[in-house]
């Protein structure tokens, strides 16, 4: 079949419904969760703001548009291998320089969302990733891997989303094996339901912050605050998670959109 005709097929199966696009986006505005460091560590992105420019008004009698205050990873978003010093070396690690055919692939949906609904410290395991290949089959190349802990749905309410007490962040994650095997298969990059793709303490974790220190060392993606992935199948769907193309951007928020196969 000629690449023509697949993107006909492609076509009509989006007319007709055989394809579903599924938004894996959260909302974004005032009331978006926003990371929270420790103040002694780093300075924190701002809340989003929106603020009005006209709206069929004095200030633009035939239009309404809007300017706002938004930090490049907030809401669900995109991390680009200069996000973190492992990738700061990279000249295709930026949103403006990176091989943009990479963020179009298909993605392998990890479901524990039972376990992190018991454990909100649950790290996904060798274990655990095994026997969901075993399952499943095997995770390959070029190829997005998403943890579902249904965590989006915890998004209307920053505090139950963040889940901080004196003792730190309590949210799910991979550990730094997971992270190495996955990069060691060739993917594309790793993805959460969370506020960021490590598990709330992982900067105890060897080495800290696995995933952004592992990732980014090795020229790969991260996507942050994904949403529905429970309307997702295990395999067989394509993610789309493209960022904006902001010039030395070290991410920046994404509408995910995932092309699931229905029927």
Known sequence: ??????????????????????????TLGPDTPILQLPE???RNTPKVEIHKISEYDDDGPFFAWNWMVLGEHTGTHFDAPH???????????????????????PVNVLDFSA?????????????????????????????????RSDWDKRAHDEALFLNANETGPH????????IEYLIGKGIVGWGSQCIGTDAGLAGGMTPPFPAHNLLHANNRFGLASLANLDKL???????IAAPLKIVKGTGSPIRALALVPKG
Not at 13 to 22: M, P, R
Not at 233 to 239: Q, V
Request: charged share 25%; net charge negative; aromatic share 8%.
């Open 1 to 26: 079949m000629s690449a023509a005709n697949l993107l006909t097929q492609l076509a009509e199966h989006l007319a007709s419904g055989g394809i579903e696009v599924v938004d894996c986006t959260g």
């Open 40 to 42: 002694d560590f780093a």
């Open 83 to 105: 996000h973190w010093v492992t990738g700061k070396d990279f000249e295709d690690g930026y949103t403006d320089t990176l091989d943009i055919k990479r963020v179009v692939a």
């Open 115 to 147: 376990e992190c609904a018991e454990d909100p410290d649950f790290l996904l395991t060798i274990d655990h990733v095994n026997a969901w290949e075993a399952e499943h089959g095997e995770i390959k190349a070029g190829e997005w891997v998403v943890l």
């Open 171 to 178: 949210t799910p994650g991979p550990t730094a094996e997971v």
């Open 233 to 239: 199948p295990a395999k067989g769907a394509i993610l």
